[in-house]
């Protein structure tokens, strides 16, 4: 987006893979830093979104169609970029994602193996062709993340490791086809190299000082 100000930088990561403590430490260390920034999450954000989001992921739905939840995720996103992200960026504060469209691409598209450039197509109508300046995507084996989920699984975190091995094989093949944005980064490493090695990659960029 030519108006944009601010930078977008988005995470992601199958379920439990530690990228939500690393949005948080990063949004941390940038407003610490005088750069203000906001935290935005995906599916939700607005008031519109968070109900979609219960629809999604709390309500228990079984009977969702892999199209609705397309939809529905799609749907989410293009609230939370009209009414939150764009306005924040082109105000010039940075906005940090917790999940941006190419969740739709890996859980929807490799996930549900729904096909792929027509979700494409789709986030670029409800993002209003809004890319992130860069992607994390924080990576660790279905076997791990699912060791770090303790607490109470939501309606696609059940599905189980199997889905989760498809999501985590297209978020590869998506770093690969956007190498240019993309920063793979070892999820099994601790929290505090992660969020090192992500503050090298971000200086590198000129992305934060």
Known sequence: MSTSKGKFITFEGIDGCGKST????????????????????????????????????????????????????????????????????????????DRYYDSTLAYQGGGRKLDLDWLIKL??????????????????????????????KDRIERAGTELQARVRNAYLNLANRFHERFVVINGHDSTENIHGTILTELRRRKLFS
């Open 22 to 97: 690393q949005v948080k430490m990063l949004v941390e260390a940038m407003n610490q830093s005088g750069v203000k920034t906001i935290l935005v999450r995906e599916p939700g954000g607005t008031t519109i979104s968070e109900e979609i989001r219960d629809i999604l992921l709390h309500r228990h739905l079984a009977d969702i169609c892999d199209r609705t939840e397309a939809l529905l995720m799609t749907g989410s996103r293009a609230q939370l970029t009209y009414e939150v992200i764009q306005p924040n960026l082109i105000a010039g504060k940075n906005v940090i994602a």
């Open 123 to 152: 986030n670029q109508f409800a993002t209003y062709d809004l890319e992130p300046n860069v992607t994390f995507f924080v990576d660790v084996l279905p076997e791990e993340a699912s060791r770090r989920k303790s607490k109470e």
